[in-house]
């Protein structure tokens, strides 16, 4: 540790996979500026960590932490495909690799599916409502999976009508322009993520923890967003609610 003192984390063992490289840049820089505050201070751990040492660990320092991260060579990546990296076997890309063209599309194995009804319409997937509006929201299908397209959007705005498909609950691509979207369908997460959060202070019906499949991008889709809402109750009782997803094809669309 270069002379720095443990922490109580350092005992700890990884109960999972290691995360990004950034990530784990990220928390190795945090935990040396710690070290090195609470060396600094002389105090036993508990104090320094219950009695409240805001001017110790501060703003100042995890600024200078990024600016350490970004000197290194590490840029602070989109994080849209995340679902697809920890559940390759839920979230398969397709043959477009980035998952920005019209190959890519998400094939969630338990994704109920029906034949086409007289509108052309066929069940492709449900999500979790996040609120339940006065009526389904038909849209084109968009996947929203890199800073190229988010800058796009930003520069020359979100195509009308656009059911903007995501695969991060974060958020955080997508504040931006979350605004702009007529619908969102988000393949992790729950009504009380990050992204379920924001499309409700938005008033975007939104399905979350998606399970959906054969949509590509540009797609006609329909999102049930007059389904009942899915509540905290819900997800501790297990109980199964859910708004149902569209696709509409053939001559239909």
Known sequence: MDGLSNLPIDELRHAAPEATPLAEAML?????????????SGQEWSHFAMRGNDSLVDAAMMQ???????ASGYRFDWSAAVSVGENPAIYKPGPDADGQGDAFMFEHPDAPTG????DGKALCGVGDNVVRHPANVTGTARYIRSNERVMQYLTDGVPPGTIAVIDDSGGTLTAPIIDQFAGVICAGGTVRSHLGILSREYNIPCLMNAKVTGIRDGDTVTIEATADAKTAEDYQDKVERTGRVWRTVGDAA
Request: hydrophobic share 45%.
């Open 64 to 70: 200078d932490v990024e600016r350490r991260v970004l």
């Open 115 to 118: 034949e086409p009804d007289a």
């Open 28 to 40: 190795a820089l945090v935990r040396m500026k710690v070290r090195e505050a609470r060396d600094a």
